[in-house]
Nanobody, 121 residues
Framework: QVQLLESGGGLVQAGGSLRLSCAAS????????MGWYRQAPGKQRELVAD???????NYADSVKGRFAISRNNAKNTVFLQMNSLKPEDTAVYYC???????????????WGQGTQVTVSS
């Protein structure tokens, strides 16, 4: 069994910063892409950013230049540094990872439970 545990959400004023962390644990052989999605009330879940095991990154246009994704492969951890936050960034943020495990050797997409980020104006 693989679990993703997120931390770092909270309430911040517009223009402020937050750093999200997500650690994968369990019977992990390797992790390919890790990423962050978000879902605001009444909206569909959307990709915020993702990063491959080699360090290639991809960002939603709405967060380019403000957010930075990084990872520590040795610790199976992914981070999202969020700067210059705006009220429209308010959402539940979900961590995801494509994990190859001993029970799922072809890979499987795991999700965290989500962490709330609220940006006040």
């Amino acid at each position: 069994q693989v679990q993703l545990l997120e931390s770092g959400g909270g309430l911040v004023q517009a223009g402020g910063s937050l750093r999200l962390s997500c650690a994968a644990s369990g019977s992990i052989f390797s992790i390919n892409t890790m990423g962050w999605y978000r879902q605001a009330p009444g909206k569909q879940r959307e990709l915020v950013a993702d990063i491959t095991s080699g360090g290639s990154t991809n960002y939603a246009d709405s967060v380019k230049g403000r957010f930075a994704i990084s990872r520590n492969n040795a610790k199976n951890t992914v981070f999202l540094q969020m700067n210059s936050l705006k009220p429209e960034d308010t959402a539940v943020y979900y961590c995801t990872a494509h994990v190859l495990s001993y029970t799922r050797p072809l890979g499987y997409d795991y999700w965290g439970q989500g962490t709330q980020v609220t940006v006040s104006s």
